[in-house]
T-cell receptor, first 114, second 117 residues
């Protein structure tokens, strides 16, 4: 079945530095790739997503890149701030025209040190 | 927009009792909702897919008679944990699919912390 691998499992950066989280998916039929931020005791919050017909998407300090050939996608956070500290999950889906199910990566705990 | 609520946010119950958790899409209609459980420091594990007006589809290894799902309207799905035991203690999260921001986008509720004594 579909599998999503996420690295690293933990990431510690200084405030102001950039953070990069990488994911690899196995099912070439996947066409939708969201990223979620989860704070302790809360539900995941969608922060950015990308579809397979796009190679890169940016929203202020957050960007996502997608390499369909290599089946890789990455989250880039620039100018990190302490409030960016959380667990980040990548996911892959074959879209709502299929089942709409998300396959999640294992998560990355990001710590931004002031 | 795209707000999903859950109730209750936390619940403590005795072993052997049943607990119902509600998931509502507040500002959009969701033909499909999903139920997940999450253990500490782990990823989200999909339990079942809930489609309005039809039976839920359960993931392999999830007991459908223990985790009853009802999706009676386009804005409400419920998960009932029947005859709860301590090993059912977990963080249960729902998500709703389909909003004006894209049919593929899942928006998650805030989660329900279940503790079974």
């Amino acid at each position: 079945g579909e599998n999503v691998e996420q690295h690293p499992s933990t990431l510690s950066v200084q405030e102001g530095d950039s953070a990069v989280i990488k994911c690899t998916y196995s099912d070439s039929a996947s066409n939708y790739f969201p990223w979620y931020k989860q704070e302790l005791g809360k539900g995941p919050q969608l922060i950015i997503d990308i579809r397979s017909n796009v190679g890169e998407k940016k929203d202020q300090r957050i960007a996502v890149t997608l390499n369909k050939t290599a089946k890789h996608f990455s989250l880039h956070i620039t100018e990190t701030q302490p409030e960016d500290s959380a667990v980040y999950f990548c996911a892959a889906s074959k879209g709502s025209s299929n089942t709409g199910k998300l396959i999640f990566g294992q998560g990355t705990t990001l710590q931004v040190k002031p | 927009g795209a707000v999903v609520s859950q109730h209750p946010s936390w619940v403590i119950c005795k072993s052997g009792t049943s607990v119902k958790i509600e998931c509502r899409s507040l500002d959009f209609q969701a033909t499909t909702m999903f139920w997940y459980r999450q253990f500490p420091k782990q990823s989200l594990m999909l339990m079942a897919t809930s489609n309005e007006g039809s039976k839920a589809t359960y993931e392999q290894g999830v007991e459908k008679d223990k985790f009853l799902i009802n999706h009676a309207s386009l804005t409400l799905s419920t998960l009932t944990v029947t005859s709860a035991h301590p090993e059912d203690s977990s963080f249960y999260i729902c998500s709703a699919l389909g909003s004006s921001q894209g049919p593929d986008t899942q928006y998650f509720g805030p989660g329900t912390r279940l503790t079974v004594l």
